[in-house]
């Protein structure tokens, strides 16, 4: 996002007080451009239309359409893994394993300062009451999808990991209605196939429980409940620790409004599991 950065900088001496503002915002929002419209990031920073539109003008784009589709193109284009290895910071040993678990309780400590409780009180509310439970994640957040499937098919029934596997997502999801719940994790950089999902079942009235960073208002949209995760690391991959602590808290707290279903649940589980599949 370097050199939309950089445009702004650039310009900034040539900005009216109103322009000052929407900056400020896009400096620590740039991503949600690419998803808002022009209605929605004005809204969102508090102008009208007609200053963000100027606004863009100055920065040298024929509109905001010009400068949002910029700004799409530079996140397609964002640093390669390759690029992010090379930028790592030059740390080993000891002194990367302190600072590796300093950056991960940071991020935990800011996760949870984040939450609201209202919007963990209804997460919990639609997947309690759901008939069945979608689980998404694309790429690297697949496992944390797998992992949240995994607990929750512990504790109860009809619960659904969206695979994916040879683009066979529409027949995962067609039978899903207004009274299923789905479990969203979505992350930098966003996956187009996951975008497409989540629209067709907000069209379908189901529910979205969306894990997504910090900041990320512009995804919103996508979501009935949105859970904003600090992913800060040192590594070139974000780091999934806050969204897996979430996630934990999530099914315990789904335990204990659900006793009854959790331990029969379990109970038929550990039968399963009992005819063999461990050893002694």
Same mark, same amino acid.
């Given at each position: 996002?370097?050199?939309?950065?950089? !445009?702004?900088?650039?310009?900034? #001496?040539?900005?009216?007080?109103?322009?000052?503002?929407? %900056?400020?915002?896009?400096? +620590?929002?740039?991503?949600?451009? &690419?998803?808002?419209?022009?209605?929605?990031? &004005?809204?969102?920073? +508090?102008?009208?239309?007609?200053?963000? $539109?100027?606004?863009?003008?100055?920065?040298?784009?024929?509109?905001?359409?010009?400068?949002?589709?910029?700004? !799409?193109?530079?996140?397609?284009?964002? %640093?390669?893994?390759?690029?992010?290895?090379?930028?790592?910071? @030059?740390?080993?040993?000891?002194?990367?394993?302190? @600072?590796?678990?300093? /950056?991960?309780?940071?991020?935990?400590?800011?996760?949870?300062?984040?939450?609201?409780?209202?919007?963990?009180?209804?997460?919990?509310?639609?997947?309690?009451?759901?008939?069945?439970?979608?689980?998404? +994640?694309?790429?690297?957040?697949?496992?944390? #999808?797998?992992?949240? %499937?995994?607990?929750?098919?512990?504790?109860?029934?009809?619960?659904?990991?969206?695979?994916?596997? +040879?683009?066979?997502?529409?027949?995962?999801?067609?039978?899903?209605?207004? @009274?299923?719940?789905?479990?969203?994790?979505?992350?930098?950089?966003?996956?187009?196939?996951?975008?497409?999902?989540?629209?067709?079942? !907000?069209?379908?009235?189901?529910?979205?429980?969306?894990?997504?960073?910090?900041?990320?208002? &512009?995804?919103?949209?996508?979501?009935?409940?949105?859970?904003?995760?600090? /992913? @800060?690391?040192?590594?070139?991959?974000?780091? $999934?620790?806050?969204?897996?602590?979430?996630?934990?808290? /999530?099914?315990?707290?789904?335990?204990?409004?659900?006793?009854?279903?959790?331990?029969?649940?379990?109970?038929?589980?550990?039968?399963?599991?009992? !005819?063999?599949?461990?050893?002694?």
């Amino acid at each position: 996002m370097t050199y939309f950065i950089e !445009k702004l900088k650039n310009a900034s #001496a040539q900005f009216t007080h109103s322009q000052c503002t929407i %900056a400020e915002y896009i400096q +620590g929002h740039v991503e949600s451009i &690419a998803f808002c419209t022009l209605e929605e990031l &004005a809204s969102q920073i +508090g102008v009208s239309t007609t200053t963000v $539109i100027r606004f863009s003008r100055v920065l040298g784009y024929q509109g905001f359409t010009d400068m949002q589709q910029a700004v !799409k193109d530079e996140i397609q284009n964002k %640093a390669s893994l390759p690029e992010r290895l090379d930028d790592l910071e @030059k740390v080993s040993g000891n002194a990367l394993l302190r @600072k590796s678990f300093a /950056l991960d309780e940071e991020n935990l400590v800011q996760t949870l300062a984040a939450q609201k409780d209202e919007d963990l009180e209804r997460a919990v509310s639609f997947i309690s009451n759901a008939d069945k439970v979608y689980l998404l +994640g694309m790429r690297s957040s697949y496992s944390l #999808a797998y992992y949240m %499937a995994s607990r929750l098919g512990e504790i109860r029934p009809n619960v659904h990991l969206i695979h994916s596997i +040879g683009m066979l997502y529409p027949e995962e999801i067609v039978s899903a209605s207004a @009274k299923d719940v789905c479990i969203a994790y979505m992350f930098p950089r966003y996956s187009k196939a996951a975008i497409h999902i989540l629209g067709w079942m !907000k069209e379908q009235g189901i529910r979205i429980v969306l894990f997504t960073a910090m900041n990320n208002y &512009a995804l919103s949209s996508y979501a009935d409940v949105l859970l904003p995760c600090v /992913l @800060k690391s040192l590594s070139y991959k974000n780091s $999934i620790a806050a969204p897996v602590c979430l996630s934990n808290y /999530l099914v315990t707290e789904l335990v204990t409004h659900n006793y009854d279903q959790s331990r029969l649940m379990l109970s038929k589980t550990e039968d399963i599991l009992s !005819k063999g599949y461990y050893i002694g």
